[in-house]
């Protein structure tokens, strides 16, 4: 199994910035993509930056030009840094990553969440 621990939410103004990390750990073979939803009071949980091992990225377009997210291969840690921040990206933040646990076993693992509140 795959665990994921979650670091970096709080509360910021608008303008503001974050660093979100998500270490991951446990037995697998590989940790292939990795990446990070987010879920509003009220809204459906919603797909904000992906990366893949082979630092191949994707982003919501509500986040373009904003976030940025990367990921440290060696330490298995995904990071997503959060400049200009707006009150409507406002959410729990997940991450998630794909690992390889056996040759023909994959799954795909959750972080517990870490709150991020954007608020004058």
């Known amino acids: 199994q795959v665990q994921l621990v979650e670091s970096g939410g709080g509360l910021v103004q608008p303008g503001g910035s974050l660093r979100l990390s998500c270490a991951a750990s446990?037995?697998?073979?590989?940790?292939?993509?990795m990446g990070w939803y987010r879920q509003a009071p009220g809204k459906q949980r919603e797909l904000v930056a992906t990366i893949s091992s082979a630092l191949v990225t994707n982003y919501a377009d509500s986040v373009k030009g904003r976030f940025t997210i990367s990921r440290d291969n060696g330490a298995n840690t995904v990071y997503l840094q959060m400049n200009s921040l707006k009150p409507e990206d406002t959410a729990v933040y997940y991450c998630?990553?794909?690992?390889?646990?056996?040759?023909?076993?994959?799954?795909?693992?959750w972080g517990q969440g870490t709150q991020v509140t954007v608020s004058s």
């Open positions: 446990g037995r697998f073979f590989s940790i292939n993509t």
């Open positions: 998630f990553a794909g690992a390889t646990l056996a040759p023909t076993t994959t799954y795909t693992s």
